[in-house]
């Protein structure tokens, strides 16, 4: 299997990743547990990270003097219908703001094309030291699907 079908694949609007949902994905009923969406999420933006050529341990390492690093400021999740233990999710990322401190990404969980959960991710980018510090234009180029 290559990386890139295990990271996913970036497309016209930002990301997709596919995802089963295994045992220990879910509650006693079978049903995936709430909080189990948030990791789904989080891998999906790590690998569109990723497959953009974002390094995110290089970023706060050697970026420059300040670092940089991304963090979850505010997220808004709707849960419309649940998952269930062996379905097939795609998990979709895509850029709507890539500017200054922030971006603000919208993240979409599916099963056969039914949306399961909708969600809104504003991240801050902040230094070293935990200030915000502003996207670099090429790096917010690149979310956007213009770099």
Known sequence: ???????GELTD???RLVQRVYYEDTDFSGVVY?????????????DYLRLLGVEQATLAIEGDTEGLVFVVHRME????????????????TATEKAGGAKMVLQQ?????????IAAKVIIAVINGQGRPRRLPEALGKKFLGQG
């Open 13 to 15: 609007n930002g990301h």
């Open 34 to 46: 709430h909080a189990r969406y948030l990791h789904f999420m989080e891998r999906a933006r790590t």
């Open 1 to 7: 299997m290559s990386l890139i079908s295990l990271a």
């Open 108 to 116: 979409e969980i599916r099963r056969e094309g039914t949306l399961l």
């Open 77 to 92: 999740i709707d849960f419309k219908q649940p998952a269930r233990m062996d379905d097939i999710l795609t998990i979709t």
